[in-house]
């Protein structure tokens, strides 16, 4: 994983780090991978305006509250990842919750109640438990995460994330031996989700999402409260959504309300409606199609007619250094 350390006023916007200053970096990481991520580089919070054009969300509580610790930063490398400006990321959004266009989720998701939320969290666990936002954070600091989302159908952004690594709220719960997969549940609000109340809709509400537990424990796996140095925006998200930057977009699952350890591999959404489509893992993998289109290149949002901006897909969405050890052995193709 790549460090910076300097503030956010030191580091601007279309700023990446060279490859010799990343291999250096994964050097010392090395070196301090076993002190835990918390103990690593504290440093100073910035507010959201100073990020450009970031409207203001709310600040409840349990989120104002930890904008005042300090939490340090990891960010993308290489020359295509330029932060996706505020207005594309939440205005050009998959949330089928609030609909089938790309907007959405921003005319819609306004409608959507995120105070109080509550997550569940049950299975084979020591600790189960019904927690509220600040129960589910405990004294975890917040950090920020500048990743790369891809999606599967083959455009992508660069979004700078807050949250805590999902591996923190799985611990503290005592997973037990028999714990082999995550499984993650959507809000079920059909009055508040013009989605669910479609006849014409191919998922079966609730909208569900898994891991295996290497997955969801990997240090890159976050669970996301912000964006931009705010709240997460409702068609984000809010109040608590997944980001696993490796995998394809729809991995990340939005306003989740329930966390469950399972023995088995769960049955998740898009699978379920063609699995020759739509695979449990969905790594991004440039080498292997989806049936009715490329996945060799993408188009990096903004973007319009007369520039395409489009680039070449990575493998893993260039984290292999850090995941690929993950499916070591495993045929890709078969198991995508």
């Given at each position: 994983?790549?460090?910076?350390?300097?503030?956010?006023?030191?580091?601007?916007?279309?700023?990446?780090?060279?490859?010799?200053?990343?291999?250096?970096?994964?050097?010392?990481?090395?070196?301090?991978?076993?002190?835990?991520?918390?103990?690593?580089?504290?440093?100073?919070?910035?507010?959201?305006?100073?990020?450009?054009?970031?409207?203001?969300?709310?600040?409840?509580?349990?989120?104002?509250?930890?904008?005042?610790?300090?939490?340090?930063?990891?960010?993308?490398?290489?020359?295509?990842?330029?932060?996706?400006?505020?207005?594309?990321?939440?205005?050009?959004?998959?949330?089928?919750?609030?609909?089938?266009?790309?907007?959405?989720?921003y005319k819609h998701a306004g409608a959507m109640t995120t105070e109080p939320w509550t997550i569940e969290v049950d299975g084979e666990v020591g600790k189960p438990g019904t927690l509220d936002m600040n129960q589910l954070l405990?004294?975890?600091?917040?950090?920020?995460?500048?990743?790369?989302?891809?999606?599967?159908?083959?455009?992508?952004?660069?979004?700078?994330?807050?949250?805590?690594?999902?591996?923190?709220?799985?611990?503290?719960?005592?997973?037990?031996?028999?714990?082999?997969?995550?499984?993650?549940?959507?809000?079920?609000?059909?009055?508040?989700?013009?989605?669910?109340?479609?006849?014409?809709?191919?998922?079966?509400?609730?909208?569900?999402?898994?891991?295996?537990?290497?997955?969801?424990?990997?240090?890159?796996?976050?669970?996301?409260?912000?964006?931009?140095?705010?709240?997460?925006?409702?068609?984000?998200?809010?109040?608590?959504?997944?980001?696993?930057?490796?995998?394809?977009?729809?991995?990340?699952?939005?306003?989740?309300?329930?966390?469950?350890?399972?023995?088995?591999?769960?049955?998740?959404?898009?699978?379920?409606?063609?699995?020759?489509?739509?695979?449990?893992?969905?790594?991004?993998?440039?080498?292997?199609?989806?049936?009715?289109?490329?996945?060799?290149?993408?188009?990096?949002?903004?973007?319009?007619?007369?520039?395409?901006?489009?680039?070449?897909?990575?493998?893993?969405?260039?984290?292999?250094?850090?995941?690929?050890?993950?499916?070591?052995?495993?045929?890709?193709?078969?198991?995508?």
């Amino acid at each position: 994983m790549l460090i910076k350390t300097r503030k956010r006023h030191q580091i601007g916007e279309n700023e990446v780090t060279s490859e010799s200053v990343y291999h250096a970096r994964r050097h010392f990481m090395a070196g301090v991978a076993g002190l835990g991520m918390a103990a690593v580089l504290p440093r100073s919070v910035w507010a959201a305006s100073e990020y450009d054009n970031v409207e203001q969300g709310s600040r409840p509580d349990w989120f104002a509250s930890r904008l005042d610790n300090t939490h340090w930063k990891a960010v993308t490398a290489g020359e295509n990842d330029k932060l996706t400006p505020f207005n594309d990321a939440t205005h050009y959004n998959n949330f089928f919750e609030f609909g089938t266009s790309k907007d959405d989720p921003y005319k819609h998701a306004g409608a959507m109640t995120t105070e109080p939320w509550t997550i569940e969290v049950d299975g084979e666990v020591g600790k189960p438990g019904t927690l509220d936002m600040n129960q589910l954070l405990g004294e975890q600091q917040l950090e920020e995460r500048i990743y790369r989302l891809r999606c599967v159908e083959a455009w992508s952004m660069v979004i700078p994330w807050l949250g805590v690594p999902l591996s923190a709220i799985l611990k503290r719960a005592e997973p037990t031996s028999d714990a082999k997969y995550v499984r993650f549940q959507t809000l079920m609000r059909p009055e508040e989700m013009p989605g669910q109340r479609s006849r014409f809709g191919l998922i079966d509400w609730p909208y569900q999402e898994g891991l295996r537990m290497d997955e969801a424990m990997h240090p890159l796996t976050l669970l996301s409260v912000g964006m931009y140095g705010r709240i997460l925006p409702n068609q984000n998200g809010a109040p608590v959504r997944l980001v696993v930057p490796w995998k394809y977009g729809f991995k990340s699952i939005k306003s989740i309300v329930r966390i469950s350890l399972v023995k088995e591999q769960p049955p998740t959404a898009w699978p379920t409606i063609n699995a020759n489509e739509y695979g449990f893992y969905s790594n991004v993998n440039p080498d292997v199609d989806h049936p009715r289109w490329s996945q060799a290149r993408e188009r990096r949002l903004p973007n319009s007619l007369f520039s395409p901006n489009m680039i070449d897909t990575q493998m893993f969405n260039g984290y292999g250094d850090e995941v690929a050890s993950l499916y070591k052995g495993m045929d890709l193709r078969k198991y995508f």
